[in-house]
Structures are given as structure tokens and as C-alpha cells.
């Protein structure tokens, strides 16, 4: 019975995303779903949260009934997300950026503001981007290392078994360096993959992906994270599973 009854669930949520236009979610959020609640994840760590859209999902479709951490460093959309998340109690907001320093730096905020980085745009970025992906002015930002935070935010929220999630506009690998040794508490880790290069010097997802294994994080999944940009992928979502919480010998 608990089989039908996962896949009436499916299929209802299927039909929900595809009336919103949002069908292109459906794989991401079967992945957290399972995955969030196999390695019973306490806390999503949410960086690069935009106006929050990541950790509405997670409450409204992926089930997640644990901390949510959501840094964002462009000043304009953090008034946004500190609005969204202040009727949940276990929704936190931070307004700087994660990466792999302690310290300022100047942050650019891009025409579409979903592209702001601490990076610049690629100068070979495919023209589909070149209106959107433009800096439009910078502001200089607080940037904290996660092995500096991580501490802090444990003794702060009580959680336990961390997941990452970084949607940083192709700084994720230095927000996986800032988490050194630390990183190794994290249940998991979701990554953007670049496949055709928006930011200068923005990692390679063979790259990321080899990054990650030589850390003992072993891919779970990987789905488009949007709409597609047909007949080339730009960029993909990789959720990774920490080694350590596997059985031996898998």
C-alpha cells in the first residue's frame, strides 16, 4: 500500500509543477526528497538563496521540516528574503556571502539579479546570457569562511547533520574550499556544474565533479536546474552523497 500511495503522491505533485510551468523541478525535487529524509538532514545550509525560491521548495514541495540557513549578499533581494522567511521559525537569514575567506570583497550585481556573483561574467558566455549576465553596479560584501561559521551556526541552531546546497553564479567551488576540513560533516552537497562557461575562470563540472570524489562525496543525482537552453546544456544541478553515511563496500 505505501507504494501506491508514494506514487499517487508523485504523480499529484507532477501535475501541481506542471499547472505552475515548473514540471522542469519535478527530478530535483524527488532527489531531496529521498535524500533529505534517508540521511535524516536537520539543516540546509542555503547559499546563494536570491529571494528564497530553493528554500520555499524545500518546505512546500521536498517536505523538509528542519533549519534552513539562507545567505544572500545582494542587499536589494536580502529585504526580500528576510520578508519571506520571517513567518518560519526555523528559517534564518544571513546577509553576506560564503566563500573561501574571511573578510570584504566587491560583489557584482548583474542585470537579473539571479546572476549576481562574486565573480565577473564570461567574455565567451553564450548570447542568451549577454543582456542578463551584465554588471550593473557592485557593492562590497562580508565574506565568512563555512569553517568559521560552521561553529557558530551549530551552537546557534542545535542541528546535527548538515546538507549544502550552493547556488553561487560559479563561485561553488570556493565555498567548498572555505569549508576545509568541515566540509566532511556535510550529509551532502548540491552544486551547479557548468557545462559552457557564464563566469570567468568558473570550474568545469568534470572538474567539480573530480573535485568532490577526491573528498569522498559520490554523485546521487543530476538533473538540467532549468529550463534548458535546446540543443546545448549550459549548466546542471549534482546532488553528492557524503561517503561516510553509505554502507560498506558501496
Same mark, same amino acid.
Given at each position: 500500500?505505501?507504494?501506491?500511495?508514494?506514487?499517487?503522491?508523485?504523480?499529484?505533485?507532477?501535475?501541481?509543477?506542471?499547472?505552475?510551468?515548473?514540471?522542469?523541478?519535478? *527530478? =530535483?525535487? +524527488? #532527489?531531496?526528497?529521498? $535524500?533529505?529524509?534517508? /540521511?535524516?538532514?536537520?539543516?540546509?545550509?542555503?547559499?546563494?538563496?536570491?529571494?528564497?525560491?530553493?528554500?520555499?521548495?524545500?518546505?512546500?514541495?521536498?517536505?523538509?521540516?528542519?533549519?534552513?540557513?539562507?545567505?544572500?549578499?545582494?542587499?536589494?533581494?536580502?529585504?526580500?528574503?528576510?520578508?519571506?522567511?520571517?513567518?518560519?521559525?526555523?528559517?534564518?537569514?544571513?546577509?553576506?556571502?560564503?566563500?573561501?575567506?574571511?573578510?570584504?570583497?566587491?560583489?557584482?550585481?548583474?542585470?537579473?539579479?539571479?546572476?549576481?556573483?562574486?565573480?565577473?561574467?564570461?567574455?565567451?558566455?553564450?548570447?542568451?546570457?549577454?543582456?542578463?549576465?551584465?554588471?550593473?553596479?557592485?557593492?562590497?560584501?562580508?565574506?565568512?569562511?563555512?569553517?568559521?561559521?560552521? *561553529? =557558530?551556526? +551549530? #551552537?546557534?541552531?542545535? $542541528?546535527?547533520?548538515? /546538507?549544502?546546497?550552493?547556488?553561487?553564479?560559479?563561485?561553488?567551488?570556493?565555498?567548498?574550499?572555505?569549508?576545509?576540513?568541515?566540509?566532511?560533516?556535510?550529509?551532502?552537497?548540491?552544486?551547479?556544474?557548468?557545462?559552457?562557461?557564464?563566469?570567468?575562470?568558473?570550474?568545469?563540472?568534470?572538474?567539480?565533479?573530480?573535485?568532490?570524489?577526491?573528498?569522498?562525496?559520490?554523485?546521487?543525482?543530476?538533473?538540467?536546474?532549468?529550463?534548458?537552453?535546446?540543443?546545448?546544456?549550459?549548466?546542471?544541478?549534482?546532488?553528492?552523497?557524503?561517503?561516510?553515511?553509505?554502507?560498506?563496500?558501496?
Amino acid at each position: 500500500m505505501s507504494r501506491y500511495r508514494r506514487e499517487l503522491t508523485d504523480r499529484v505533485l507532477a501535475l501541481r509543477l506542471a499547472v505552475a510551468g515548473r514540471i522542469h523541478q519535478y *527530478p =530535483e525535487i +524527488q #532527489a531531496l526528497r529521498r $535524500f533529505l529524509s534517508a /540521511f535524516a538532514v536537520d539543516c540546509v545550509i542555503d547559499v546563494g538563496a536570491n529571494r528564497g525560491q530553493y528554500a520555499a521548495m524545500l518546505r512546500k514541495d521536498a517536505g523538509f521540516r528542519g533549519t534552513i540557513l539562507s545567505f544572500e549578499p545582494n542587499p536589494d533581494i536580502f529585504a526580500i528574503l528576510s520578508r519571506r522567511a520571517s513567518g518560519d521559525a526555523k528559517w534564518h537569514v544571513f546577509n553576506m556571502a560564503l566563500s573561501d575567506f574571511d573578510g570584504a570583497a566587491s560583489f557584482n550585481i548583474m542585470a537579473a539579479d539571479q546572476f549576481s556573483s562574486l565573480e565577473k561574467p564570461s567574455q565567451g558566455q553564450d548570447s542568451i546570457f549577454a543582456d542578463r549576465n551584465r554588471v550593473s553596479r557592485t557593492v562590497e560584501m562580508q565574506c565568512r569562511r563555512i569553517d568559521s561559521l560552521l *561553529p =557558530e551556526l +551549530q #551552537a546557534a541552531h542545535g $542541528f546535527d547533520r548538515p /546538507f549544502l546546497k550552493m547556488d553561487t553564479q560559479g563561485h561553488d567551488l570556493s565555498v567548498c574550499g572555505g569549508a576545509g576540513d568541515l566540509l566532511a560533516r556535510m550529509a551532502g552537497v548540491q552544486t551547479e556544474l557548468g557545462v559552457r562557461p557564464i563566469y570567468e575562470g568558473g570550474t568545469n563540472y568534470r572538474a567539480m565533479i573530480d573535485w568532490l570524489a577526491e573528498r569522498s562525496f559520490l554523485p546521487s543525482a543530476f538533473f538540467a536546474n532549468n529550463k534548458g537552453h535546446f540543443p546545448l546544456l549550459v549548466e546542471m544541478d549534482g546532488i553528492f552523497v557524503n561517503q561516510a553515511l553509505l554502507p560498506q563496500g558501496a
